[in-house]
């Protein structure tokens, strides 16, 4: 195939002794003209290439029937008043309903904010939302073109009228608000005058600040900040008896924090309680008992413990490490709820707050959407997905385990019936999987699969759903979703077996599922297809410029792909906790031994190679594809394509319209089809 140009500049650096080339530096600049024009001329050429495959109408049509299904979010109580997200299948982004009572809600509620009307094309999202804590007003944070920048404004909830309060430049936070609700915590960034999206200088630290609603930004108080160290993120939350203000210390994306409290007082904030002030453990608050805090923590417990805690910092055990790993904990009106997942299928347990009477709560899915609870009422709320079904939302008494299923929240429906699936756990030596197939189809002869995997930040991978599952599913294609070393399917320990000096071991676990597909007759690797996105794009990076001949076809989506280079933009320096840092030369000849950008060689067969990202992704810039896609061009000796899809005005994923998110799966689908010998109904 003859590819759009790309330019090969003779860019080379010395790198602790090694001399790097990357001829594609250029491609690093987004705003440059030349960069737009390439990302002009490579998504004609694949939009060229993708129009002739047979299968694509399909795919299109029955994405968009699958995203056009309404649906609904999970309940949330808040001072008072009911909110759920709700989608007609018609709106790019979901809509916020409000109401004073669940029963209101259920019948239809009001509408408080439609995201809809924030921009033309949809592109706007609503990233957040909190409420005051005397029920007025609604704090929410919108998210321009899928960005991870966020601005703040206020409604007032009885009325719905705006409220002539704003707060921008702010990150990786939601308004938390002081018990007076006069006031309310976030965390800011500076932006240089640029917070548009695609900018990719690296990211300063952020200073945890408080606005006063109705005074200007600029005299916004400074409560904390480390300029010396810009990877420490702060994460404030106020105590659910109102003394204090929690806050949470992490460097990067490491799991272990310090807590610190901040009594607050009729003259603002006092000084810090360190009750944690050494980042050896993950720590979590949960709640007030008394005196003590309720804290969730892998201190001594790999697989995660409920503990009392003094002051001065001193664990006593609430509710023991037990076999499974600890996900989540909520504080309830009776007590404490526990998210565990055994062997990566969640389940759900309710406890008095001395630790006692345990009693298991009966809800169904394969994932968890949202476990929204208070201390302050018995009811909680739960959301579950299957791979074929988005939500299925559950009102749960804390105190008698009562579950009750609400269907009610999604308004109308739709002609689109989700296929029946038969989800199976099968395992590669010592790293398990999902299998799943259409229940009316079999495994006597080898079929196209997709196997799909992440493996990193202790991020759970379960069966949960994606769009694209429902299709590649109902094409009668077998889907494999691989719980991979560096996840949080399995406690601390399976997270650190696959971070730092022992990230390739990810890679493996995923080499070895692929294998073990083809070794039980599931799939060959003429029809095996590999997908992931972010940390699971530089996993799909790294198994097909290890392992080419294992894969037919390979669909990195966002992904971390140069890893000399990503800690200088954005937030890339933040991900060394699992990544390791370049400066260190240690971590940087395994860096160096994996990155996919520089496992590249010419004259190599790849897989047939569909690569997917946002020109306004912020978090993992897009240079990691554009540079990526350029040398695999470079270097293909096969007649399998390798291509690229630049979407426009979208981020890194979240807040993306339906109907970006419906065309994007049904172009990665059919490319898959077409590639992996996967015959559409139709054809």
Known sequence: MTYPDSRRDDVVETLHGHEIADPYRWLEDPDAPETQDWVRRQNEY???????????????TTMSAILA??????????????????????????????????????????????????SADGTDSLGSFTVSPDGKYFAYGINE?????????????????????????????????????????????????????????????????????????????LVLSFPDNDRLFITPE??????????????????????WLYPITTDGLGEPIKVVDELADEIFFVRMSGDQLVLQTDRDAPLGRVVLADLDGTFTDLVPEGEHALQAVRGTASGLATLTLADAQPVLKL????????????VQGGG???????????????????????????????????VRALPELVQGSSSYTSPEVTVLRKKAGEVPYFLISRSDLDFAAPRPTLLYGYGGFRIPILADYKPGWAG??????????????????YGSDWHDAGRLKNKQQVFDDFIAVAEHLAETGVTTPEQLAIHGRSNGGLLVGAAMTQRPDLFKVALPGVGVLDMLRFHLFTVGAAWASDFGHPDNPEQFEDLLAYSPLHRVQDGTAYPATLVVTGDHD???????????????????????????RVEVNTGHGFGKPAAMIAAEWADLLAFAAHHVGLKTPEQ
């Open 46 to 60: 694949t939009e060229a290439e993708l129009a002739s495959y047979p299968e694509r109408e399909w795919f299109q």
């Open 69 to 118: 299904r309404p649906r609904a979010g999970v309940p949330a109580k808040k001072s008072g008043w009911y909110f759920v997200g709700r989608n007609d299948g018609t709106q790019a982004q979901d809509v916020v309903y409000v109401a004073g009572s669940l029963a209101e809600l259920l019948d239809g509620g009001r509408v408080l904010i439609d995201p809809n009307t924030l």
């Open 145 to 221: 073109s899928g960005s991870d920048w966020t601005t703040f404004r206020l409604l007032d909830i009885a009325t719905g009228d705006p409220v002539d309060d704003v707060v921008t430049e702010a990150k990786f936070c939601e308004a938390t608000w002081l018990p007076d609700s006069s006031a309310y915590l976030y965390l800011h960034y500076a932006s240089s005058g640029r917070s548009e999206g695609t900018e990719t200088t690296t990211l300063a630290a952020g200073q945890l600040k408080l606005h006063r609603v109705g005074t200007p930004q600029s005299e916004d108080e």
């Open 238 to 259: 106020v105590s659910d008896d109102d003394r204090y203000v929690v806050v949470h210390i992490t460097e990067g994306t490491d799991p272990a924090s310090l807590l």
């Open 351 to 362: 406890y008095d707050l001395d630790g006692s009477r345990e009693r298991v709560a009966d």
């Open 368 to 402: 968890v959407l949202a476990l929204n609870a208070s201390t302050k009422h018995d009811e909680l709320f739960i959301g579950l997905s299957t791979t074929v079904d988005p939500t299925v939302s559950y009102v749960v008494s804390a105190s008698t385990a009562e």
């Open 472 to 489: 590649w599913l109902q094409a009668g294609g077998v889907l494999a979703i691989a719980n991979l070393r560096g996840g949080g399917e």
């Open 618 to 644: 912020d978090r993992v810039v897009p240079l990691h594809s554009h540079k990526f896609i350029a040398a695999l061009q470079h270097a293909q000796s096969a007649a399998e394509p390798v291509l690229t």
